[in-house]
């Protein structure tokens, strides 16, 4: 693609196309450079970050210089000074890039500001979970623990944050991404590892602050959104085709034990309830923590708990379904595979080279060091390999990517502050690694709530984290909608979450209404997996109560039935990057008032999915965009499109719409039979 390097009197501006990436001038320069000394303090995942920058100063002065091969773009303080930053242009398929080629080592902090409209939206940064448009905010991009509540108005986060520092807020994500797509059909991605800002806030520009100098920034360009997300995902690799087992019913997240997941299982039969897998993270043996059921990070099988396993699996195989379990890249000190690890080096060490343990909340673990290869492949060989997929697993959660400390020394010498945000994607790598040499890629999965740039070459499937159990505004379940719609655009097709959620804290407890309002949503989307919580007993399981159980078998039935919808959609995943579920401007992007819309998707271009997100509804509004007309699912009446409506949505009828005149329309109209 073709840029252009326009200057009229002292305003630089680079564009392609009719779009302006760059501007500058001397009175409005676009790039700051600066010194900082950053405050960096991790608590179980959960970050205290402050910055006290020394000096920041304008790069007022450009030179440009031009040739056959690109540009070079030369920034200083002043003119005649010596440059201290300098950028090569180059042209790219899809857009431009911006190669950093020097910048003066007394700098750390790198501010950028790019044109910005008035009305322009913006979206992406990763898998956002509070606000899909991110226009009017900052979003900090450190890969973390989300916390419990995410809003300093409520008093639950209150609660986390006085108790465990742990509340969190809005920008707070397990999975930030330094890209993002903006409405002008551009997206701006810069390759780097380090702590960033990125600021949407002013009208007229958009300021992307760094705490370590990018290596580049890339502009990619399209006509329309459609193109612009397939080609960003090319950009990052496009995902391994869902696993077509998932789709054979629910996966049953069960963590009491052998005897009791035969017992769930048997009851699910008798209920009619589709089951894809059981999905037991205690394989590995529990212990009790005040935080609640934590597992023993061994990654080994536990016979204590499951003393049948070995046998049970190929009979669960035999009627369909699979066996699935859980590991993250810890390992703790009280289990076997840690001092394995530890006589072979491993581990990551204490700065001074001794051990270094990380406390995990009334247990400490190890850190396998994913930058040293052989304890890479260690850990895919002995662990993912030996003890997980030979022994009969068909995959698993792999956990805990954001965890990465900052004041460790990791085998590669780089500072684990750069190498804390690259920690997602090294460990998803792991695992598509193992699971490729096994030469089981596309039927064993395995399913991640951290990420960063990359991730998607390797992820197969996002799982949205730990959601509190309720409706919450920013951290229940209409949250785990945005997050798919922002990751989705950036080339993660495929996104799930805990079906009634996972964190119960300070008495906030799953009810029947909603689980049944989760189940319902999750039976339009790539797959659905329940989980107990983290505190099992004090929550609300869909098998406690007879009628949330039929409820539940028949969301079960639904998403069997969607199964041709989503290998068709999964296939689409394949070839052109695109999301199963996709914001409606995707397909809608003349329509503008779909461009903020954030509690509702396109389960691909025919199906329009609104759950209801609020306790006690049994009605719900809907915006259906403009250009269609659209058949509600469970009556059949027909709604012009271009308007918000209000239908009936009592339980066991999620607001979910057809649009009017697609092939599969008789096919999906059928659905609420």
């Given at each position: 693609?073709?840029?252009?390097?326009?200057?009229?009197n002292d305003t630089f501006s680079l564009l392609c196309g009719a779009t302006v990436l760059l501007r500058h001038s001397?009175?409005?320069?676009?790039?700051?450079?600066?010194?900082?000394?950053?405050?960096?303090?991790?608590?179980?995942?959960?970050?205290?970050?402050?910055?006290?920058?020394?000096?920041?100063?304008?790069?007022?002065?450009?030179?440009?210089?031009?040739?056959?091969?690109?540009?070079?773009?030369?920034?200083?303080?002043?003119?005649?000074?010596?440059?201290?930053?300098?950028?090569?242009?180059?042209?790219?398929?899809?857009?431009?890039?911006?190669?950093?080629?020097?910048?003066?080592?007394?700098?750390?902090?790198?501010?950028?500001?790019?044109?910005?409209?008035?009305?322009?939206?913006?979206?992406?940064?990763?898998?956002?979970?509070?606000?899909?448009?991110?226009?009017?905010?900052?979003?900090?991009?450190?890969?973390?623990?989300?916390?419990?509540?995410?809003?300093?108005?409520?008093?639950?986060?209150?609660?986390?944050?006085?108790?465990?520092?742990?509340?969190?807020?809005?920008?707070?994500?397990?999975?930030?991404?330094?890209?993002?797509?903006?409405?002008?059909?551009?997206?701006?991605?810069?390759?780097?590892?380090?702590?960033?800002?990125?600021?949407?806030?002013?009208?007229?520009?958009?300021?992307?602050?760094?705490?370590?100098?990018?290596?580049?920034?890339?502009?990619?360009?399209?006509?329309?959104?459609?193109?612009?997300?397939?080609?960003?995902?090319?950009?990052?690799?496009?995902?391994?085709?869902?696993?077509?087992?998932?789709?054979?019913?629910?996966?049953?997240?069960?963590?009491?034990?052998?005897?009791?997941?035969?017992?769930?299982?048997?009851?699910?039969?008798?209920?009619?309830?589709?089951?894809?897998?059981?999905?037991?993270?205690?394989?590995?043996?529990?212990?009790?923590?005040?935080?609640?059921?934590?597992?023993?990070?061994?990654?080994?099988?536990?016979?204590?708990?499951?003393?049948?396993?070995?046998?049970?699996?190929?009979?669960?195989?035999?009627?369909?379904?699979?066996?699935?379990?859980?590991?993250?890249?810890?390992?703790?000190?009280?289990?076997?595979?840690?001092?394995?690890?530890?006589?072979?080096?491993?581990?990551?060490?204490?700065?001074?080279?001794?051990?270094?343990?990380?406390?995990?909340?009334?247990?400490?673990?190890?850190?396998?060091?994913?930058?040293?290869?052989?304890?890479?492949?260690?850990?895919?060989?002995?662990?993912?390999?030996?003890?997980?997929?030979?022994?009969?697993?068909?995959?698993?959660?792999?956990?805990?990517?954001?965890?990465?400390?900052?004041?460790?020394?990791?085998?590669?010498?780089?500072?684990?502050?750069?190498?804390?945000?690259?920690?997602?994607?090294?460990?998803?790598?792991?695992?598509?690694?193992?699971?490729?040499?096994?030469?089981?890629?596309?039927?064993?999965?395995?399913?991640?709530?951290?990420?960063?740039?990359?991730?998607?070459?390797?992820?197969?499937?996002?799982?949205?984290?730990?959601?509190?159990?309720?409706?919450?505004?920013?951290?229940?379940?209409?949250?785990?909608?945005?997050?798919?719609?922002?990751?989705?655009?950036?080339?993660?097709?495929?996104?799930?979450?805990?079906?009634?959620?996972?964190?119960?804290?300070?008495?906030?407890?799953?009810?029947?209404?909603?689980?049944?309002?989760?189940?319902?949503?999750?039976?339009?989307?790539?797959?659905?997996?329940?989980?107990?919580?983290?505190?099992?007993?004090?929550?609300?399981?869909?098998?406690?109560?007879?009628?949330?159980?039929?409820?539940?078998?028949?969301?079960?039935?639904?998403?069997?039935?969607?199964?041709?919808?989503?290998?068709?959609?999964?296939?689409?995943?394949?070839?052109?990057?695109?999301?199963?579920?996709?914001?409606?401007?995707?397909?809608?992007?003349?329509?503008?008032?779909?461009?903020?819309?954030?509690?509702?998707?396109?389960?691909?271009?025919?199906?329009?999915?609104?759950?209801?997100?609020?306790?006690?509804?049994?009605?719900?509004?809907?915006?259906?965009?403009?250009?269609?007309?659209?058949?509600?699912?469970?009556?059949?009446?027909?709604?012009?499109?271009?308007?918000?409506?209000?239908?009936?949505?009592?339980?066991?009828?999620?607001?979910?719409?057809?649009?009017?005149?697609?092939?599969?329309?008789?096919?999906?109209?059928?659905?609420?039979?």
């Amino acid at each position: 693609m073709q840029f252009t390097l326009h200057q009229e009197n002292d305003t630089f501006s680079l564009l392609c196309g009719a779009t302006v990436l760059l501007r500058h001038s001397a009175q409005a320069p676009c790039c700051f450079v600066g010194h900082g000394q950053e405050s960096m303090q991790m608590y179980r995942g959960n970050f205290d970050i402050e910055d006290y920058v020394d000096e920041r100063s304008a790069l007022r002065e450009l030179v440009l210089e031009q040739d056959a091969q690109g540009a070079r773009l030369s920034f200083a303080r002043h003119a005649g000074e010596a440059p201290q930053l300098v950028f090569e242009v180059h042209a790219r398929p899809h857009g431009v890039h911006l190669q950093l080629a020097f910048a003066a080592p007394q700098w750390n902090r790198l501010w950028l500001r790019l044109p910005a409209e008035k009305h322009e939206h913006v979206w992406g940064c990763g898998e956002q979970m509070s606000y899909f448009n991110l226009r009017g905010r900052h979003f900090p991009l450190w890969t973390s623990e989300p916390g419990v509540g995410r809003d300093k108005s409520t008093h639950l986060t209150w609660q986390a944050d006085v108790t465990a520092r742990s509340g969190g807020d809005y920008y707070h994500t397990n999975y930030p991404q330094p890209s993002f797509i903006s409405s002008q059909r551009y997206c701006l991605h810069a390759e780097t590892t380090a702590y960033a800002d990125f600021d949407f806030r002013h009208d007229d520009f958009h300021e992307l602050q760094f705490w370590a100098m990018p290596e580049s920034f890339e502009f990619m360009l399209a006509d329309s959104f459609i193109e612009l997300v397939g080609v960003v995902s090319e950009r990052f690799g496009r995902q391994p085709s869902l696993p077509a087992w998932l789709q054979n019913g629910a996966m049953l997240g069960l963590k009491g034990g052998e005897a009791h997941a035969r017992t769930i299982l048997a009851r699910a039969k008798e209920h009619g309830l589709a089951v894809s897998a059981l999905w037991c993270e205690d394989w590995v043996g529990l212990r009790q923590t005040s935080f609640g059921k934590r597992l023993f990070w061994d990654w080994r099988w536990q016979p204590e708990r499951y003393p049948d396993l070995k046998a049970w699996i190929p009979e669960l195989a035999a009627d369909h379904i699979r066996f699935l379990g859980y590991v993250n890249p810890y390992l703790c000190n009280d289990g076997a595979l840690y001092q394995e690890a530890l006589q072979h080096g491993y581990l990551a060490t204490a700065l001074d080279g001794g051990e270094y343990l990380v406390d995990f909340g009334e247990f400490d673990c190890g850190v396998v060091d994913f930058t040293n290869p052989a304890a890479a492949h260690w850990f895919e060989e002995r662990i993912l390999r030996q003890e997980m997929l030979d022994f009969g697993l068909s995959g698993w959660m792999a956990d805990f990517g954001e965890y990465l400390p900052i004041d460790l020394r990791l085998a590669n010498g780089v500072d684990a502050r750069l190498m804390h945000n690259a920690w997602p994607t090294m460990w998803a790598e792991v695992n598509a690694r193992a699971i490729e040499r096994a030469g089981k890629t596309g039927d064993a999965t395995f399913f991640m709530r951290a990420g960063y740039s990359g991730v998607q070459r390797h992820c197969p499937l996002l799982w949205a984290g730990d959601q509190s159990v309720d409706f919450s505004r920013h951290d229940g379940l209409q949250t785990v909608i945005c997050g798919a719609l922002s990751s989705g655009l950036l080339g993660n097709a495929y996104h799930h979450s805990d079906i009634g959620g996972y964190t119960s804290l300070f008495g906030n407890v799953r009810t029947p209404e909603l689980f049944q309002r989760w189940a319902e949503m999750a039976a339009f989307t790539s797959m659905m997996r329940t989980h107990e919580g983290n505190r099992p007993d004090e929550n609300f399981q869909f098998y406690q109560d007879e009628g949330v159980f039929a409820h539940f078998a028949r969301m079960t039935r639904l998403h069997v039935a969607l199964a041709p919808v989503i290998r068709s959609l999964a296939e689409d995943a394949v070839a052109r990057g695109l999301p199963l579920q996709r914001p409606l401007f995707l397909h809608y992007e003349h329509d503008h008032n779909t461009y903020a819309i954030q509690d509702q998707y396109l389960f691909g271009p025919d199906l329009l999915v609104a759950p209801v997100h609020a306790a006690g509804a049994t009605d719900w509004s809907a915006y259906l965009p403009a250009g269609d007309a659209w058949l509600h699912l469970w009556s059949g009446v027909r709604h012009e499109g271009g308007q918000r409506v209000t239908v009936a949505a009592p339980l066991g009828q999620p607001p979910v719409f057809v649009r009017a005149g697609c092939a599969q329309q008789d096919f999906l109209l059928g659905l609420a039979a």
